[in-house]
T-cell receptor, first 113, second 117 residues
């Protein structure tokens, strides 16, 4: 069975500092990996996805994630965060026989001035 | 661009009452989903539908029923609400069952906050 682990429930960081949100998954088959973002009082939006090809994927607002098959990780990074990046970030994995999308428990990124 | 619309946005129920959450999408998506979001637990799939007239159980289906009479609508019903069903409910839709095809990903509604007293 697939699973997703986001070890950090909350990550406080100062504005303009770098940040890494960790995501590890378990699956016995090839997977597709996603990061979704949820701004306060809104639904989830796709931030970026890994399907195949280059292991480094980027979003339009400066986030990037790297698929690491050997470490079964898909960590999200940004070199310099803004106040507007404050949100909850969910890692998700799809793959295997069921092809269901499994979400992690989320990481709240709290950017402080 | 309406996308996915959920109604109502907020609702307070007493234990034992019934209610229906409505989800409507205008993107001609085949697949629709209902999730619940609880602190520290992420999103859990309640029920989903792969097309008009079809429904299937997700991870946490007990206490809920769904119907997909029209392609654009997916209804979530609580026949006898319980305090454990206090949650934020999200509807989502996609062209394919999940984002695995590469071209399609889930589009979420803004959520419906339900409190059961």
């Amino acid at each position: 069975a697939q699973s997703v682990t986001q070890l950090d429930s909350q990550v406080p960081v100062f504005e303009e500092a770098p940040v890494e949100l960790r995501c590890n998954y378990s699956s016995s088959v090839s997977v597709y990996l996603f990061w979704y973002v949820q701004y306060p009082n809104q639904g989830l939006q796709l931030l970026l996805k890994y399907l195949s090809g280059s292991t480094l994927v980027e979003s339009i607002n400066g986030f990037e994630a790297e698929f690491n098959k050997s470490q079964t990780s898909f960590h999200l990074r940004k070199p310099s965060v803004h106040i507007s990046d404050t949100a909850e970030y969910f890692c998700a994995v799809e793959g295997g026989a069921t092809n269901k999308l499994i979400f992690g428990t989320g990481t709240l990124l709290a950017v402080q001035p | 661009n309406a996308g996915v619309t959920q109604t109502p946005k907020f609702r307070v129920l007493k234990t034992g009452q019934s209610m229906t959450l409505l989800c409507a999408q205008d993107m001609n998506h085949e697949y629709m989903y209902w999730y619940r979001q609880d602190p520290g637990m992420g999103l859990r799939l309640i029920h989903y539908s792969v097309g008009e007239g079809t429904t299937a159980k997700g991870e946490v289906p007990d206490g809920y029923n769904v119907s997909r009479l029209k392609k654009q609508n997916f209804l979530l019903g609580l026949e006898s609400a319980a305090p454990s069903q206090t949650s934020v409910y999200f509807c989502a839709s996609s062209y394919s069952r999940t984002g695995g095809s590469g071209a399609n990903v889930l589009t979420f509604g803004a959520g419906s906050r339900l409190t059961v007293l």
